[in-house]
C-alpha cells in the first residue's frame, strides 16, 4: 500500500474527520426522530426549541439550523399538527409570533433523546484529558463560525454575558459563572445553556482573550 508523501493539510483531514463525524451524528437523529414520530428537520426544530421558554421566531429558528424560511414554516406547521408545537404573540409585540414547544412536544423529544447514543459512546472512546482538549476545540471551531458570521451566536459559555474566565486561582475550576455565583471547570463549559445570555461583542471579545491566554493549544486570534 502507498503512503502519500505529501499528505493532505491538517485542516483539510481535520475537514474530513468531522465529515465522518457528522456521518454518525445524522444516523444519530434518524433514529431519534423516527422514535418521536417526525422527519430530522422537525426533530431539529423542536431540540432548537428545548429550554426557550420564551420560544422562537420562524426566522431565528430557520437561522439557528440553517434552513430556509419557508422550509422551517412547513416544518413547523407539521409539528403543529402533531401538537407538538404552539404559536404564541410574542409579550413585546403582539403582531410577531413565538413558537414554544409543548409539554407533549418535550415529552416527546426527551424520551427521543434516550435513543441517541453513537456519538456519545464515541466521544467516551476519548480519556478525560482527551475530552476537556476536544470540548475546547469544538469550542472554539463554533465561536470562529459564529464571530464570523457562519451561524448565529450559540448559547456557548464564551458568549455569554455570565463568564468571567479564569476568574480563580483553582486549576480544577478556574472559571465563574456570574449567573449561579459559582466556579467551575474547564471540563464544564457549556456549549448550550439555557440560561445564556448573549454578551455584547465588545465583552465576547475581551473574555475570549482572557480565556486563550492559558490554552497552549489555541494560539490567540480567531
Ligand atoms: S449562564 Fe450558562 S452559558 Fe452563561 S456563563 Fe453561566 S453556565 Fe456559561
Same mark, same amino acid.
Given at each position: 500500500m502507498?503512503?502519500?508523501t ?6 483539510? %483531514?481535520?475537514?474530513?474527520?468531522l ?13 431519534s426522530?423516527?422514535a418521536? #414520530?417526525v422527519?430530522?428537520?422537525? +426533530? ?7 429550554g426557550?421558554?420564551?420560544?422562537m ?5 430557520a437561522?439557528q439550523? #440553517?434552513? =430556509?424560511q ?8 407539521a409539528?403543529?399538527r402533531?401538537?407538538y408545537?404552539i404559536?404564541?404573540p410574542?409579550?413585546q409585540d403582539?403582531?410577531s409570533?413565538?413558537i414554544m414547544l409543548?409539554?407533549h #412536544?418535550?415529552? =416527546?423529544?426527551? $424520551?427521543?433523546h434516550?435513543t441517541? =447514543?453513537?456519538?456519545?459512546r464515541?466521544?467516551?472512546s476519548?480519556? $478525560?484529558?482527551? *475530552?476537556e482538549?476536544?470540548?475546547v476545540?469544538?469550542?472554539t471551531?463554533?465561536?470562529h463560525? *459564529?464571530?464570523?458570521g457562519?451561524? !448565529? ?5 464564551? =458568549?455569554?454575558r455570565?463568564?468571567? !474566565? ?12 456570574? &449567573?449561579?455565583? $459559582?466556579? &467551575?471547570?474547564?471540563?464544564?463549559? %457549556? ?12 465583552? %465576547? ?5 482572557? +480565556? *486563550?491566554?492559558d *490554552?497552549?493549544?489555541?494560539? !490567540? #486570534?480567531?
Amino acid at each position: 500500500m502507498e503512503t502519500p508523501t505529501v499528505p493532505k493539510s491538517l485542516p483539510l %483531514r481535520i475537514h474530513e474527520g468531522l465529515e465522518r463525524v457528522a456521518t454518525a451524528l445524522r444516523a444519530d437523529d434518524w433514529v431519534s426522530a423516527r422514535a418521536a #414520530g417526525v422527519n430530522p428537520t422537525q +426533530f431539529a426544530i423542536m431540540a432548537v426549541l428545548e429550554g426557550r421558554a420564551m420560544g422562537m421566531s420562524v426566522r431565528d429558528i430557520a437561522l439557528q439550523l #440553517g434552513v =430556509s424560511q419557508p422550509s422551517a414554516t412547513d416544518s413547523i406547521a407539521a409539528l403543529e399538527r402533531k401538537g407538538y408545537l404552539i404559536r404564541s404573540p410574542a409579550p413585546q409585540d403582539r403582531r410577531s409570533v413565538r413558537i414554544m414547544l409543548t409539554d407533549h #412536544g418535550q415529552a =416527546s423529544l426527551t $424520551a427521543a433523546h434516550a435513543t441517541r =447514543s453513537v456519538a456519545e459512546r464515541a466521544a467516551r472512546s476519548l480519556d $478525560a484529558r482527551q *475530552q476537556e482538549d476536544l470540548l475546547v476545540s469544538l469550542v472554539t471551531m463554533i465561536r470562529h463560525l *459564529q464571530e464570523t458570521g457562519v451561524i !448565529p451566536v450559540q448559547r456557548m459559555c464564551v =458568549s455569554c454575558r455570565y463568564f468571567r !474566565p479564569y476568574a480563580h486561582a483553582d486549576a480544577a475550576q478556574p472559571h465563574h459563572c456570574s &449567573f449561579v455565583d $459559582a466556579a &467551575f471547570g474547564q471540563h464544564e463549559l %457549556r456549549v448550550d445553556c439555557r440560561e445564556h445570555e448573549t454578551a455584547d461583542p465588545s465583552y %465576547r471579545a475581551a473574555t475570549w482573550a482572557e +480565556f *486563550q491566554k492559558d *490554552q497552549p493549544l489555541n494560539p !490567540p #486570534g480567531l
